[in-house]
């Protein structure tokens, strides 16, 4: 930079300032800046530059999967929330950086946050990683995360009303005749076991008792499942509808159901959760309850960049939506 200034005849400030592309500095003359640091093969230093205006423009996406160290980024949900929130991002001249967890240990968050590589962080998912959210809220403001509200958590969170939604499904399964309804899913992390909450209280204001050994710990993957769908039919267990918490295990329920000759819906009833890509193209077209994620970024990215400002922000709670297609109508 000083040897800019010393070929322009200017000050380093000077430079800085036309390099910043800063609007006191006159227009010809931070051309000739700018002309002559491209001329002699001067590029900014983004990272001194950050460390100096301890602000670096970029916002860290985490997807924490301390119960889920099988699923991966390419799972529907993270692909459609992940590419929605890095749209809002962007849009608002941020960069992305985006964190993988699996091997959640102790502090691992708080060391993501003290390498000061990032002005606010956006959490996909709460997974068992409840307790260590609760703990860096204490201390760090720009923090939002999309899941589950629960009674004592002090972060702020954004997402759909689990209970509401997995009422509204089964429900549905209940209106169409269905007595007998799985629950599929592992109740570990806080959106899933809201979701096993809404099931068991639609079972009960229908005056159906919820059975243990309609439960199956079907994980977000379709290998695992497809294996827990296939576990539940071996059991001999009697069903005749299945609610799944995400769209993932319901579409692996119903390869599993076919697999033993059972018709879907005719047989067995199958709805899910999330309204992901693949429901639609299902065979045949899965039942679901919609999260409106492109409703959802705008509304996470927003808290965040209040927060980022320096804003208290409360949490958010969005409305449920029943999708109806053919995976469980007659």
Known sequence: MTDIARLAGVSTSTVSRALAGNP????????????????????????????????????????????????LISDPFFLEMVGRLSDEITLRDHAVLLHR????????????????????????????????????????????????????????????????????????????????????????????????????????????????????????????????????????????????ASDVIALAAVRALKADGRSVPQDVSVVGFDDSSVARYGDPPLTTVRQDLETAARVMVDLLFRRMAGERTPSSTLAPELILRASSSR
């Open 101 to 244: 967890v699996v091997a959640t240990q102790p502090g691992w968050l708080d060391r993501l946050i003290g390498a000061h590589r990032v002005d606010g962080l956006l959490v996909i998912g709460q997974s068992d990683q409840h307790q260590t959210l609760n703990a860096v809220a204490a201390h760090y403001a720009p923090l939002v995360v999309w899941g589950g509200h629960l009674p004592d958590q002090a972060y702020c969170t954004v997402g759909v009303d689990n209970v509401g939604g997995a009422r509204m499904a089964v429900e549905h399964l209940i209106r169409t005749g269905r007595r007998n309804i799985a629950f599929l899913g592992v109740p570990q992390a806080p959106e899933v076991a809201l979701r096993h909450e809404g099931y068991r209280r639609a079972l009960s204001d229908a005056g159906i008792s919820a059975s243990e050994a309609l439960s199956a710990p079907a994980h977000f993957t379709t290998e695992t499942a497809y294996d827990a769908m296939r576990s539940l039919i071996a059991s001999g267990v009697a069903f005749d509808g299945v609610f799944a």
């Open 24 to 71: 006191l500095i006159p227009g010809p003359l931070r051309e000739q800046i700018v002309a002559l640091a491209a001329a002699h093969g001067y590029v900014i230093n983004q990272s001194a530059r950050s460390l100096r205006r301890q602000k670096t423009d970029t916002v860290g996406l985490v997807i924490p999967l301390g119960h889920e160290a099988g699923q």
